[in-house]
């Protein structure tokens, strides 16, 4: 029996993000579904998992942890002698390599994932919730999207992946919103128009972890390795 | 000479947030001031230290990072045998210690930062600067900070600091927006008003790390201990 569990829908971006890493790193693991369309995520026994009322929740014997970026760390320290071992940077690596990765974390974190995500919840999600887009908000997001990946296609001008010449945590962390701004919205030319950034996410996206959530996420059900 | 050098004005909440953690960990370091009105952030030469255009940058030796969370944790690690040892962790904590930081640490980047960061522009800054303020954004962002408020107020009710019963990163993360909110926008009750949050602010801003920054921050000069 594994003693991981991710708690939570593989169609959401951060539970999907907790899942590539554990595949990446040959970690085996159960998926406990959380139906949040009838509001799981917010029962009392849920919130001693994850106060927010958010998924993914986690748990490994008796770590339960939550904040999907927080996860992925933690599963690439736990589960350093298997799997991807550059994922976090190699021992040999040193500091370098490991805050190379946190930085290029941290941008994702902090400058890619807000308009990236705000994107998709307006041209993908809202439409088929019958919610009404916001066309400013769109517009500013666009621009500040672009932005950022002016700054990552000169990076990846240089540089094979964005924290150096390895797959690491810092692409796999631009998987989730990147798959459904491009291939669920009608800007996915904000990618695959930039030469190296397309390059680079032509390269990420065709990695058998993450194709593999993509199956589990086309299923629609828990479907572990 | 210190081999560590900050680029920025103190001022500003992420180099604040470097600057507290340099200090806690007795590291000695240099400010290099970048006048942001001059638009010294945009020049050529800070760019190839920060692609972005924010501040901070960071250097040390011959290392160069930037995004102020991922620079925290490099300063942990580096200098984990000097200053406060439990920042980030101690070695004997293992991994629950540090990914209990770590979660803290995301949810304060994925769920604090941005209300209270928009609240301290919308009532301190917008005004000061002639621009506009947005009320229906000021309403959504203290609606927001009230529910992430209110899983700290039931955290800090059985813990002390946020990830246990020391002062880490994760408390130390929170210090630059609150430090704004609480003095120089109406809407401080936020904090001060829910008992265990507000007993954890008075403890939390009254450190010699913290009341340090904030008077580089009054001084609007470099001033390294």
Redesign the interface.
């Known amino acids: 029996m594994a003693s991981v569990t991710v708690f939570g829908p593989p169609l959401s971006t951060a539970v999907s993000r907790v899942l590539a890493c554990l595949l990446e790193k040959d970690v085996e693991f159960e998926l406990s579904p959380v139906d949040m369309s009838k509001g799981q995520h917010k029962a009392p026994e849920f919130l001693k998992l994850q ?2 009322g958010q998924v993914p929740a986690f748990r490994d014997g008796g ?1 339960t ?3 999907s ?3 992925c ?2 599963i690439c ?2 589960y350093s002698d298997q799997g991807n071992a550059s994922l976090i940077g190699t021992r040999e690596g040193g ?2 390599e ?2 190379s990765i ?2 290029w ?3 994702e ?3 890619y994932n ?1 308009p990236s995500s705000t994107l998709v919840l307006q041209l993908a999600l809202a439409p088929r919730m019958g919610l009404k887009q916001d066309p400013a908000l769109i517009e500013q997001s666009e621009a500040k999207l672009s932005k ?1 990946l002016d ?1 990552y296609e ?2 990846l001008a240089e540089s094979r992946f964005l924290a150096g010449d390895e797959f690491t945590l810092a692409d796999l962390s631009h998987l989730p919103n990147t798959q459904y701004l491009v291939n669920a919205t009608d800007r996915g030319g904000l990618i695959t128009s930039r030469e190296n950034v397309g390059r680079w996410w032509e390269e990420i996206s065709k990695r058998d972890s993450w194709m593999k959530v993509v199956e589990m996420q086309k299923a629609g059900a828990p479907q572990p390795s």
């Open positions: 106060p927010f770590i942890l939550f904040e970026r927080a996860i760390r933690y320290d736990k500091l370098l490991r805050y946190e930085q974390l941290e941008a974190s902090q400058s807000s950022v700054v000169q990076r």
